[in-house]
């Protein structure tokens, strides 16, 4: 698969502080897969339960508590950003995660590129940029493509749990995801093992309502 046309992520700045940059030449290279040929999941993961990608894990707050919650669960992060990358990698090792791993790189490329289909039980996509103006929705990555993309790399049964601050994100969410028939499901509760980050908890303070929204493959 070639780069997509339109990014669904926005590179921000790449400043490092010290402690992230020490944590990511200390441990890259330990919690890391490479995104070269397909990826064995096993290998990675040996002994574990259940696998879910985090599309976007940010500064890796709440994915490094989830990945705590659940120690028989393996966890592969997806992140572009390089000080998240290093203050999850810090969180990775405070915690002495053993469940954890992180790849760089656009989520929809190594989904089409390095892994088989339905690997996976699940995936998280939490506050993905809502690219509120309309010129821009061709950005927004739950797209058609997106979703017919996850329905393949999912087990039968498994799911994507979702959660925005942007109502009319939210709104396009389960309309494309209504759209498609592959999958069923809608708004939730936020479930008690996603905690409120930093990043929501400025959110909520602003005013912004939070949905959290469940879908299961057909």
């Not at 259940?50 to 705590?68: H, L, N, V, Y």
């Not at 699940?122 to 950005?139: C, I």
């Not at 329905?151 to 009319?168: E, M, S």
């Not at 499901?185 to 929501?200: A, D, L, N, T």
Request: glycine share 8%; no cysteine.
């Amino acid at each position: 698969m070639e780069k997509p046309a339109n990014r669904s992520f926005r590179l921000r700045g790449t400043r490092m502080t010290d402690g992230q940059e020490v944590a990511y030449n200390k441990f890259w290279d330990e919690f890391s897969i490479p995104h070269v040929g397909e990826i064995n999941l096993v290998e990675h993961f040996p002994n574990f339960s259940k696998i879910i990608m985090e599309i976007g894990t940010g500064m890796g707050e709440a994915t490094a508590e989830i990945a705590r919650t659940f120690p028989d669960v393996g966890f592969i992060g997806v992140e572009l950003h390089k000080p998240g990358l290093g203050a999850l990698l810090n969180k990775i090792d405070e915690y002495q995660l053993k469940n954890l791993k992180l790849m760089a790189e656009d989520a929809r490329i190594i989904l089409e590129n390095n892994f088989a289909n339905e690997v996976f039980d699940a995936f998280h996509l939490y506050f993905p940029d809502p690219w509120p103006k309309v010129r821009h929705w061709k950005r927004r990555i739950v797209q058609d493509d997106f979703i017919e993309l996850i329905h393949k790399k999912l087990k039968p049964g498994g799911y994507i749990h979702i959660a925005t601050d942007w109502v009319p994100y939210a709104e396009w969410i389960a309309k494309k995801f209504e759209a498609s028939k592959l999958f069923t499901g809608g708004v939730i509760e936020r479930p008690e093992f996603r905690p409120i980050s930093k990043f929501e908890g400025q959110g909520i303070r602003k005013g912004h309502l939070v949905t959290d929204l469940k879908y299961f493959k057909v």
